[in-house]
Protein backbone atom coordinates (compact mmCIF):
# COMPACT_ATOMS: atom_id res chain seq x y z
CA UNK A 1 0.00 0.00 0.00
CA UNK A 2 2.84 2.49 0.68
CA UNK A 3 3.92 3.00 -3.22
CA UNK A 4 0.43 3.81 -4.27
CA UNK A 5 0.03 6.07 -1.26
CA UNK A 6 3.33 7.81 -2.43
CA UNK A 7 2.31 8.26 -6.23
CA UNK A 8 -1.49 9.53 -4.88
CA UNK A 9 0.82 11.91 -3.11
CA UNK A 10 2.90 13.27 -5.87
CA UNK A 11 -0.59 13.39 -8.18
CA UNK A 12 -1.91 16.01 -5.69
CA UNK A 13 1.33 17.98 -5.58
CA UNK A 14 0.99 18.44 -9.00
CA UNK A 15 -2.49 18.84 -9.10
CA UNK A 16 -3.03 21.80 -7.19
CA UNK A 17 0.24 23.88 -8.21
CA UNK A 18 0.49 24.96 -11.81
CA UNK A 19 3.63 25.54 -13.50
CA UNK A 20 4.56 29.30 -14.10
CA UNK A 21 6.68 31.22 -16.49
CA UNK A 22 8.12 33.63 -14.91
CA UNK A 23 9.59 36.96 -15.99
CA UNK A 24 11.42 39.26 -13.65
CA UNK A 25 12.31 42.75 -14.80
CA UNK A 26 15.38 43.63 -13.79
CA UNK A 27 18.00 46.98 -14.48
CA UNK A 28 22.01 46.86 -14.13
CA UNK A 29 22.13 50.38 -12.68
CA UNK A 30 24.69 53.27 -11.49
CA UNK A 31 26.04 53.06 -7.66
CA UNK A 32 24.69 56.22 -6.43
CA UNK A 33 26.00 56.49 -3.22
CA UNK A 34 28.99 57.54 -6.12
CA UNK A 35 27.37 60.25 -7.93
CA UNK A 36 30.39 62.80 -9.35
CA UNK A 37 30.91 65.87 -11.86
CA UNK A 38 31.15 63.13 -14.72
CA UNK A 39 27.80 61.28 -13.68
CA UNK A 40 25.74 63.45 -16.38
CA UNK A 41 26.40 63.13 -20.00
CA UNK A 42 26.13 66.56 -22.14
CA UNK A 43 23.12 64.87 -23.53
CA UNK A 44 21.47 64.81 -20.57
CA UNK A 45 21.78 61.25 -20.43
CA UNK A 46 23.78 59.24 -17.50
CA UNK A 47 27.29 58.60 -18.27
CA UNK A 48 27.26 54.97 -16.78
CA UNK A 49 30.92 54.32 -17.55
CA UNK A 50 31.73 56.57 -15.23
CA UNK A 51 29.86 54.76 -12.18
CA UNK A 52 29.56 51.84 -10.99
CA UNK A 53 27.14 49.47 -12.24
CA UNK A 54 25.22 46.90 -9.44
CA UNK A 55 21.52 44.98 -9.54
CA UNK A 56 19.17 47.55 -8.74
CA UNK A 57 17.99 46.68 -4.90
CA UNK A 58 14.28 46.16 -5.48
CA UNK A 59 14.83 44.09 -8.39
CA UNK A 60 16.55 41.54 -5.94
CA UNK A 61 13.73 41.45 -3.74
CA UNK A 62 11.22 40.96 -6.70
CA UNK A 63 13.85 38.15 -7.87
CA UNK A 64 13.34 36.49 -4.32
CA UNK A 65 9.49 36.52 -4.85
CA UNK A 66 10.21 34.89 -8.57
CA UNK A 67 12.55 32.07 -7.17
CA UNK A 68 9.75 31.28 -4.22
CA UNK A 69 6.85 31.12 -6.57
CA UNK A 70 9.27 28.92 -8.99
CA UNK A 71 10.05 26.50 -6.02
CA UNK A 72 6.30 26.45 -4.80
CA UNK A 73 5.25 25.61 -8.00
CA UNK A 74 7.25 22.24 -9.84
CA UNK A 75 7.71 22.82 -13.35
CA UNK A 76 8.03 26.90 -13.32
CA UNK A 77 10.64 28.87 -14.97
CA UNK A 78 12.17 32.23 -14.04
CA UNK A 79 13.91 34.58 -16.76
CA UNK A 80 15.88 37.35 -16.62
CA UNK A 81 14.53 40.61 -18.75
CA UNK A 82 16.81 43.38 -18.38
CA UNK A 83 17.73 46.18 -20.87
CA UNK A 84 21.12 48.40 -21.45
CA UNK A 85 24.96 48.12 -23.33
CA UNK A 86 26.21 44.47 -23.13
CA UNK A 87 28.19 44.86 -19.84
CA UNK A 88 24.70 44.25 -18.22
CA UNK A 89 24.57 40.52 -19.25
CA UNK A 90 26.33 40.45 -15.37
CA UNK A 91 22.71 40.86 -14.17
CA UNK A 92 21.26 37.51 -16.23
CA UNK A 93 24.34 36.05 -14.60
CA UNK A 94 23.78 37.20 -11.00
CA UNK A 95 20.04 36.19 -11.57
CA UNK A 96 21.56 32.56 -12.68
CA UNK A 97 23.86 32.80 -9.78
CA UNK A 98 20.45 32.42 -7.42
CA UNK A 99 18.40 30.14 -9.31
CA UNK A 100 16.73 31.68 -12.44
CA UNK A 101 16.91 29.66 -15.37
CA UNK A 102 17.42 31.43 -18.15
CA UNK A 103 17.74 35.61 -19.50
CA UNK A 104 17.51 38.01 -22.51
CA UNK A 105 18.94 41.22 -22.68
CA UNK A 106 18.19 44.16 -24.84
CA UNK A 107 20.86 45.70 -26.10
CA UNK A 108 21.26 48.22 -29.15
CA UNK A 109 22.06 51.91 -29.39
CA UNK A 110 18.51 52.72 -30.27
CA UNK A 111 17.36 51.55 -26.76
CA UNK A 112 20.08 53.93 -25.34
CA UNK A 113 18.75 57.36 -23.66
CA UNK A 114 15.52 55.89 -23.21
CA UNK A 115 12.80 57.43 -20.11
CA UNK A 116 10.16 55.74 -18.98
CA UNK A 117 8.44 55.49 -21.37
CA UNK A 118 10.64 54.40 -24.09
CA UNK A 119 12.13 51.91 -21.59
CA UNK A 120 8.36 50.40 -20.67
CA UNK A 121 8.03 50.31 -24.65
CA UNK A 122 10.95 47.37 -25.05
CA UNK A 123 10.60 45.77 -22.35
CA UNK A 124 6.52 45.11 -23.49
CA UNK A 125 7.31 44.08 -27.19
CA UNK A 126 10.36 41.88 -25.62
CA UNK A 127 7.55 39.79 -23.06
CA UNK A 128 5.64 39.91 -26.22
CA UNK A 129 8.59 38.18 -27.75
CA UNK A 130 9.03 35.86 -24.84
CA UNK A 131 5.29 34.81 -25.10
CA UNK A 132 3.17 32.87 -23.01
CA UNK A 133 4.03 34.43 -19.69
CA UNK A 134 2.08 34.37 -16.49
CA UNK A 135 3.36 36.53 -13.82
CA UNK A 136 6.15 39.56 -15.07
CA UNK A 137 7.44 41.13 -11.60
CA UNK A 138 9.87 43.49 -10.93
CA UNK A 139 11.57 45.95 -7.87
CA UNK A 140 8.84 49.14 -7.51
CA UNK A 141 11.59 51.57 -8.97
CA UNK A 142 14.93 51.78 -10.35
CA UNK A 143 17.42 53.99 -7.90
CA UNK A 144 19.25 55.83 -10.97
CA UNK A 145 15.27 57.47 -11.30
CA UNK A 146 13.09 56.48 -8.47
CA UNK A 147 9.95 57.20 -10.65
CA UNK A 148 8.02 53.86 -10.08
CA UNK A 149 6.52 54.24 -13.31
CA UNK A 150 7.79 51.62 -15.34
CA UNK A 151 5.98 48.13 -13.91
CA UNK A 152 2.88 49.75 -14.53
CA UNK A 153 3.40 51.40 -17.69
CA UNK A 154 4.71 47.67 -19.03
CA UNK A 155 1.37 46.93 -17.88
CA UNK A 156 -0.69 49.24 -19.20
CA UNK A 157 1.36 48.22 -22.88
CA UNK A 158 0.60 44.96 -22.62
CA UNK A 159 -3.23 45.10 -21.15
CA UNK A 160 -2.37 43.13 -17.94
CA UNK A 161 -3.66 43.50 -14.62
CA UNK A 162 -1.28 44.94 -11.87
CA UNK A 163 -0.31 45.21 -8.25
CA UNK A 164 2.16 47.54 -7.30
CA UNK A 165 3.59 47.90 -3.71
CA UNK A 166 3.89 43.96 -3.29
CA UNK A 167 5.33 42.57 -0.25
CA UNK A 168 4.96 39.08 -0.69
CA UNK A 169 3.40 36.94 -3.33
CA UNK A 170 1.88 34.48 -1.01
CA UNK A 171 0.37 31.96 -3.49
CA UNK A 172 -0.80 31.13 -7.21
CA UNK A 173 -4.11 28.73 -7.52
CA UNK A 174 -6.92 28.60 -10.09
CA UNK A 175 -5.82 30.95 -12.08
CA UNK A 176 -4.93 33.85 -9.31
CA UNK A 177 -2.45 35.08 -7.53
CA UNK A 178 -2.91 36.43 -3.94
CA UNK A 179 -0.28 39.21 -2.97
CA UNK A 180 0.02 40.69 -0.05
CA UNK A 181 0.91 44.47 -0.69
CA UNK A 182 1.52 47.90 1.36
CA UNK A 183 -0.91 50.75 1.30
CA UNK A 184 -0.89 54.00 3.55
CA UNK A 185 -2.09 53.39 6.62
CA UNK A 186 -1.41 49.56 6.66
CA UNK A 187 -1.88 46.27 4.69
CA UNK A 188 -4.04 44.76 2.36
CA UNK A 189 -4.17 41.07 0.60
CA UNK A 190 -5.67 41.09 -3.43
CA UNK A 191 -6.28 38.90 -5.82
CA UNK A 192 -5.17 39.15 -9.23
CA UNK A 193 -6.23 37.00 -12.10
CA UNK A 194 -3.11 35.96 -14.60
CA UNK A 195 -1.26 37.36 -16.48
CA UNK A 196 -0.05 39.97 -13.99
CA UNK A 197 2.50 42.87 -13.26
CA UNK A 198 3.88 42.99 -10.12
CA UNK A 199 6.06 45.09 -8.37
CA UNK A 200 7.82 44.59 -5.54
CA UNK A 201 8.69 46.74 -2.53
CA UNK A 202 12.29 46.98 -1.18
CA UNK A 203 10.84 46.44 2.38
CA UNK A 204 10.12 42.88 0.71
CA UNK A 205 12.00 39.71 1.77
CA UNK A 206 15.51 40.17 0.44
CA UNK A 207 17.26 37.90 -2.10
CA UNK A 208 18.65 35.00 -1.67
CA UNK A 209 23.07 34.41 -2.03
CA UNK A 210 24.59 33.41 -4.64
CA UNK A 211 24.76 29.45 -4.80
CA UNK A 212 28.53 28.65 -5.40
CA UNK A 213 27.63 25.49 -7.98
CA UNK A 214 25.69 27.80 -10.01
CA UNK A 215 28.29 30.62 -9.84
CA UNK A 216 30.70 27.79 -10.95
CA UNK A 217 27.79 26.66 -13.77
CA UNK A 218 27.12 29.89 -15.19
CA UNK A 219 30.20 32.27 -14.53
CA UNK A 220 31.51 32.21 -18.18
CA UNK A 221 27.86 32.59 -19.22
CA UNK A 222 27.32 35.65 -21.86
CA UNK A 223 25.91 37.66 -24.42
CA UNK A 224 27.36 37.96 -27.86
CA UNK A 225 28.83 41.49 -27.51
CA UNK A 226 29.77 40.67 -24.29
CA UNK A 227 32.54 38.71 -25.93
CA UNK A 228 35.24 39.28 -29.14
CA UNK A 229 34.02 38.21 -32.35
CA UNK A 230 37.30 37.41 -33.30
CA UNK A 231 40.09 36.42 -30.25
CA UNK A 232 43.58 36.44 -30.84
CA UNK A 233 46.07 34.73 -29.15
CA UNK A 234 46.42 35.40 -25.26
CA UNK A 235 43.04 37.60 -25.13
CA UNK A 236 42.41 38.76 -21.79
CA UNK A 237 38.51 39.15 -21.96
CA UNK A 238 36.89 37.13 -19.48
CA UNK A 239 35.07 34.75 -22.08
CA UNK A 240 37.63 33.52 -24.13
CA UNK A 241 40.30 31.45 -23.06
CA UNK A 242 44.13 32.59 -23.79
CA UNK A 243 44.08 30.06 -26.58
CA UNK A 244 41.02 32.10 -28.37
CA UNK A 245 38.50 29.99 -27.48
CA UNK A 246 34.77 31.31 -26.66
CA UNK A 247 33.47 29.65 -23.44
CA UNK A 248 30.38 29.54 -21.83
CA UNK A 249 26.93 29.03 -22.67
CA UNK A 250 25.56 32.12 -25.22
CA UNK A 251 22.44 34.35 -23.78
CA UNK A 252 19.99 35.69 -25.42
CA UNK A 253 20.84 38.96 -26.56
CA UNK A 254 18.32 41.02 -28.45
CA UNK A 255 18.11 44.26 -30.74
CA UNK A 256 14.75 46.48 -31.55
CA UNK A 257 14.83 44.42 -34.73
CA UNK A 258 14.73 41.44 -32.89
CA UNK A 259 11.58 42.26 -30.74
CA UNK A 260 10.00 44.40 -34.11
CA UNK A 261 10.26 47.48 -32.29
CA UNK A 262 9.60 51.02 -33.75
CA UNK A 263 13.05 52.91 -33.59
CA UNK A 264 10.25 55.74 -33.08
CA UNK A 265 9.38 54.54 -29.46
CA UNK A 266 12.75 53.68 -28.57
CA UNK A 267 15.73 55.38 -26.59
CA UNK A 268 16.18 59.17 -26.91
CA UNK A 269 13.55 59.28 -29.91
CA UNK A 270 11.06 57.56 -28.37
CA UNK A 271 11.97 59.51 -24.73
CA UNK A 272 9.51 62.84 -24.06
CA UNK A 273 11.24 62.98 -20.58
CA UNK A 274 14.43 64.97 -21.09
CA UNK A 275 17.03 65.46 -17.85
CA UNK A 276 18.09 69.01 -17.47
CA UNK A 277 21.01 68.49 -14.26
CA UNK A 278 22.29 65.37 -12.01
CA UNK A 279 23.53 67.11 -8.61
CA UNK A 280 24.88 65.35 -5.87
CA UNK A 281 23.54 67.52 -2.99
CA UNK A 282 24.81 66.44 0.75
CA UNK A 283 22.92 68.73 3.46
CA UNK A 284 25.28 70.86 5.78
CA UNK A 285 24.11 72.44 8.99
CA UNK A 286 25.49 76.16 8.97
CA UNK A 287 24.03 76.89 12.50
CA UNK A 288 22.00 75.52 15.60
CA UNK A 289 19.84 76.36 18.09
CA UNK A 290 19.05 75.20 21.62
CA UNK A 291 15.11 75.46 22.59
CA UNK A 292 13.58 74.86 25.62
CA UNK A 293 10.03 73.53 26.13
CA UNK A 294 8.94 77.01 27.03
CA UNK A 295 5.93 78.39 25.07
CA UNK A 296 7.70 81.16 23.74
CA UNK A 297 10.86 79.14 22.42
CA UNK A 298 8.29 76.47 20.61
CA UNK A 299 6.03 79.39 19.00
CA UNK A 300 9.55 80.98 17.88
CA UNK A 301 10.24 78.15 16.05
CA UNK A 302 7.11 77.34 14.25
CA UNK A 303 7.13 81.51 13.28
CA UNK A 304 10.83 81.28 12.08
CA UNK A 305 9.64 77.57 9.85
CA UNK A 306 6.49 79.21 8.62
CA UNK A 307 8.34 82.64 7.41
CA UNK A 308 11.33 80.38 5.73
CA UNK A 309 7.97 78.60 4.18
CA UNK A 310 9.37 75.21 5.60
CA UNK A 311 6.22 74.21 6.66
CA UNK A 312 2.49 76.15 6.11
Known amino acids: ?70 EQNPGSTVGILTMGPPRAGEIIRQGLYRGADTGWLLTDRLFAGADTLATS ?13 DIVIGGRQAIDGDTAQVGPQVAQKLGLNQVTYAEEVLSVKDGKATIKRVIDGGVETVEAPLPVVITVNGSAAPCRPRNAKLVMKHKWDHCPLEAPQTAPEGASNAFVTPSGVERGAILNQWSVADVDGD ?32 DADVEGMIKELLDEKIIG
Open 1 to 70: MQPIFKKLIKFTHYYIYMALKIVVLAKQVPDTRNVGKDAMTAEGTVNRAALPAIFNPEDLNALEQALRLK
Open 121 to 133: YALATAIKKIGDV
Open 263 to 294: VQQCGLAGSPTKVKAIKNIVFQAKESKTLTAS
